[in-house]
């Protein structure tokens, strides 16, 4: 993906700093917070941006766009939290979604016929290493392609690509379902 | 992609931000809004190196965060000449800022073929849910040529619990392996070992909205209040600029102040300035009415200095610290002026960020960047 040049410039003066955040803020508290409890969520996400101020001087635009640049240090963010973030997996694997997670139920009628079911698939994340559970939500979370992936987690485009065949290969295994 | 969407799909969603949150989130990143002496289409302001470590008040349970700003506040513009009075906190610290900044400016410093800054960048946090504090550090070489900014090299150096009750808490929570913001040494855009070259297109420098040539960096004025005048200048082109660009409204203008004194740290940290330039510098910043010059600080690695120090209006001061004898840089640093939560456990008076300069100056070496490596190609710059 080739970034903006406004992208760009958003980075490099500090003043407008500020659009970065404008534009990126709200996809990354929800991409923490379906991994962490919302207030370390919101916490971390407001941290995400910190930090990418102090380190503007290491975003290479040459190497892709803000966003997965962003998203990696959500990632290693949540990674800090490991322990709290299977925690909360198991936690659902237990009792299912909350009671107010009203969207989910309707949009998921399908998926849940078919035995994939909140506490299910929690199980399963819990379960994946973490270099493959973090590929893998960042491409269900965040949409980001194997090349943001790569871009986001300072790997190679072949070990997001192995990466993410062998968490399918295990998700299937354990879900009974193709993903 | 729509690979693994059924996560997506099945997984509990988050709620949206309650009326104002995204605000709150906003204010606690940048600094907070306050009544505007011009507010007009300024991008929300977020400030200098080491106002990056400020931070805000906790709401709540939540745990404070650095704010970006540097919470300048009530500070209006402040129209302080170098010929002004400066704040001093210990005696005869202005007399030595004088003799060094005359030495500075007597200094020959021939260029030669690149200008290189060594820094250490070292950060402290708390680790894994406020359990411990640890304390990381990173290296970055930023290396510039006769075109202007060339490369940035960036590495690790580690990351060890900050105390020995620090360590001692590390222990008992089963010694996870630290690696700076990756808690499991994997996923890093810097892994430990290896070297990150960040190449730049050849240009002008960009010390915060002041954008200056190699040429016009060289031509800088050596006197303290002409340099302001340009320092405010260039500012105020680059606030017209901003004003008449495509840039989402909202924000504060920075005070004349905050301008003197972001362009000014790096005109004296970072840009390949001349002695006599950053001579002028460190008197124009001495003279801001909200610094405060000190003898005989210490930097976090203990190293003496003169410090000039910044009150951020949040809880963190800004300072500068600058070796005593030569004028040279050693450190800018942010200084915890209230006790901030989430670094409760910090030893009183240490910084709670700190950008090291280890070496700056011309040298005949060049970076040597790994091959297909550039500013235009994708491949990946790791060696």
């Known amino acids: 993906m080739i970034t903006a040049p406004d992208e760009v410039s958003s980075i490099t003066a500090p003043e407008r700093f500020g659009v970065v955040f404008d534009t990126h803020y709200e996809e990354i508290r929800r991409y923490i917070g379906r991994r962490l409890d919302l207030d370390i969520a919101e916490d971390l996400a407001a941290e995400t941006f910190l930090i ?34 299977l925690r909360r997996y198991r936690a659902l694997a237990k009792t299912g979604p909350p009671p107010d997670d009203d969207g989910h139920d309707q949009r998921v009628v399908d998926r849940v016929a078919a035995g994939v079911t909140v506490g299910r698939l929690s199980g399963a994340l819990a379960r994946l290493p973490r270099g493959e559970r973090d590929a893998v939500l960042l491409a269900a979370y965040g949409g980001l392609t194997y090349d943001e992936i790569a871009e986001a987690l300072g790997v190679a485009y072949g070990t997001v690509a192995s990466r993410l065949s062998r968490a399918r290969a295990r998700l299937r295994d354990w879900l009974g379902v193709e993903l | 992609m729509n690979d693994f969407k059924i996560i997506d799909d099945v997984m509990p969603d988050v709620p949206p931000p309650v009326v ?90 021939p260029e030669r073929a690149n200008w290189r800054v060594e820094t250490e960048l070292i950060e402290r946090w708390p680790f894994a849910g406020d359990e411990f504090l640890v304390e990381n550090r990173d290296r970055e070489v930023h290396w510039a040529g006769p075109d202007g900014p060339a490369v940035v090299e960036v590495s690790r150096v580690g990351t060890e619990p900050l105390t020995a009750a620090d360590r001692a808490a590390w222990e008992q929570a089963g010694s996870p392996r630290l690696c700076g913001s990756d808690s499991d040494c994997e996923n890093d855009q810097v892994p430990y070992g290896r070297t990150r070259y960040i190449p730049a297109d050849p240009g002008d420098y960009h010390l915060s909205s002041v954008r200056l040539s190699p040429q016009e960096l060289r031509e800088l004025p050596q006197d ?42 790096r005109l004296l940290t970072e840009a390949p300035t001349t002695p006599q330039t950053r001579a002028a510098v460190l ?9 405060r010059i000190t003898d005989g600080v210490r930097d976090i690695e203990g190293r003496a200095g003169l410090a000039l120090t910044r009150d951020t209006g949040g809880p963190y001061a800004e300072r500068i610290v600058v070796d005593r004898a030569t004028g040279d840089p050693l450190a800018v640093e942010g200084m915890p002026t209230v006790p901030v939560p989430q670094l409760k456990g910090l030893p009183t008076g240490s910084a709670a960020f700190s950008k090291l300069i280890r070496r700056m100056g011309w040298t005949d070496e060049a970076p040597a960047l790994p091959e297909g490596c550039t500013p235009r190609t994708k491949k990946d710059c790791l060696r």
Do not use: C
Not at chain 2, 38 to 56: C, K, N, S
């Open chain 2, 20 to 109: 104002g949150a995204v605000a709150e989130a906003r204010a606690r990143v940048f600094r907070p809004h306050r009544p505007h002496r011009l507010r007009l289409r300024f991008p929300v302001w977020a400030g200098g190196v080491v106002a990056a470590a400020a931070t805000v008040a906790v709401i709540g349970t939540a745990v404070a965060v650095p704010l970006l700003g540097d919470g300048a506040g009530d500070r209006t513009g402040d129209g302080a000449t170098a010929t002004a009075t400066a704040l001093v906190d210990s005696p005869g610290a202005e007399e030595v800022l004088d003799a060094v900044a005359d030495r500075l400016a007597r200094r020959e410093e």
């Open chain 2, 224 to 265: 303290p209040v002409e340099l302001k005048e340009e320092i405010l200048s260039r500012w105020a082109r680059a606030l017209k600029d901003i004003e008449n660009s495509d840039t989402p409204p909202g924000g504060d203008v920075p005070s004349d102040g905050d301008a003197v004194w972001w362009v000014g740290q």
């Open chain 2, 283 to 291: 008197r124009m910043l001495s003279t801001l009415p909200d610094v």
């Open chain 1, 52 to 85: 990418a101020f102090r380190r503007r001087d290491r975003f290479d635009p040459a190497r892709g766009s803000v966003r997965p640049w962003l998203y990696g240090i959500a990632t290693n963010l949540v990674g800090r939290h490991r322990r709290a973030e």
